[in-house]
């Protein structure tokens, strides 16, 4: 039988229970639909606690929609994106942001993971040019895709090289719990206080059912945002059910409680992992995911009895995520698994 916990990714694992609770709680009776309800009110007025009074705020199915729309509300179709050339906007939302924005993504080579200024200055080109798009935004991931998290004076570097530019700063947050409680600092310091203008904030991967949000800290580059949601068919009309999952992740500091147990038991799986001599580490395990490098022959093998992705095939790069759920035991018991396979 194969083990009820694998380390694919933090989106197999189940939902927790204080926000399956929440949802529970609000399945009562009836509710104005599309969000004009009173518990969607609250979840606002608790992101607006931990981000700003005056950020404006919008909930969404999934990170795709989150990400799509976001970069939509920050472009004209004739501007260019700049991301990472491992960003998930660019390889793993199957061309849904060049599709729905109409701009094209200008995909970098990083440095695990994270763009500097001094690659996005290499970007700009044509500038002013009728026949060149023009770099408008800069979208990055936080924490990485290689699990890697910008520290806070890279992000503000950043921010602040990009406005100095007249461009505007997206962050792809779907783990931002994870590099925000890996820094042992607040959602808005990990932010808003950076220079970042949206971002999309991930509650799926922490323990949500399905639960996004898309916060602006401008107002002004909200101003359509609401039409841009229900035309991306991202309104939910039983909106206190998505409301209620945020509200509960961003209550009780349980954001900061999921987040910190999966970046623990990443670092508990990167230290049983190096005992392994035919294992090797490839990035800095800084969130909860954990990079690493392993005989090709063994990857069938594990994947035999554990469900994971391959990173980098022509590398033989896997890669192994925690979640809120992930416990020590399921850590040793994969750590002895794929010591057996590689003895």
């Not at 841009?228 to 009780?252: E, H, P, T, V, Y």
Request: hydrophobic share 40%; aromatic share 10%; net charge positive.
């Amino acid at each position: 039988m194969k083990p009820a916990r694998s380390f694919a990714s933090d989106n197999n694992a189940g939902v927790h229970p204080e926000i399956i609770r929440a949802i529970s709680e609000v399945n009562r009776g009836h509710a104005v639909g599309y969000g004009d309800d009173p518990v969607t009110a609250a979840a606002v007025a608790n992101f607006r606690r931990h981000f700003g009074d005056d950020c404006e705020v919008f909930f969404v199915f999934n990170g795709t929609a989150a990400n799509c729309l976001s970069l939509k509300a920050l472009t004209d179709p004739f501007h260019a994106i700049i991301c990472s050339e491992a960003a998930h906007i660019y390889n793993d939302e199957c061309g849904a942001p060049e599709r729905f924005t109409g701009c094209k993504l200008i995909p970098l080579a990083t440095r695990e993971g994270k763009l500097t200024v001094e690659s996005i200055r290499g970007a700009f080109h044509g500038i002013g040019d009728q026949h060149h798009v023009q770099p408008h935004v800069v979208s990055i991931t936080q924490a990485t895709e290689v699990g890697t998290v910008y520290k806070a004076e890279e992000v503000r570097k950043l921010a602040a090289y990009i406005h100095q530019n007249g461009m505007l700063l997206h962050m792809d947050g779907a783990r931002i719990a994870n590099a925000a409680a890996s820094q042992g600092r607040t959602l808005r310091e990990s932010t808003r206080d950076l220079g970042v203008d949206v971002l999309s904030f991930g509650g799926t991967k922490n323990g949500a059912l399905g639960a996004e949000a898309v916060v602006f800290f401008q107002r002004e580059l909200a101003q359509d945002f609401l039409y841009s949601r229900k035309q991306g068919m991202q309104l939910a009309s039983k909106m206190r059910f998505i409301s209620a999952q945020l509200d509960a992740l961003l209550s009780n500091d349980l954001w900061q409680k999921n987040a910190r147990h999966s970046n623990r038991m990443a670092k508990l799986l990167e230290r049983e992992l190096r005992k392994i001599s035919q294992v090797k580490i490839v990035y800095p395990v800084e969130a909860n995911g954990v990079f690493a490098k392993i005989p090709r022959s063994a990857i069938r093998k594990i994947q035999k009895r554990y469900f994971f992705y391959v990173w980098n095939e022509e590398q033989s790069i896997v890669r192994w995520m925690c979640s809120f759920d992930t416990t020590e035991q399921d850590v040793t018991e994969f750590c002895k698994f794929v010591a057996s396979v590689l003895r």
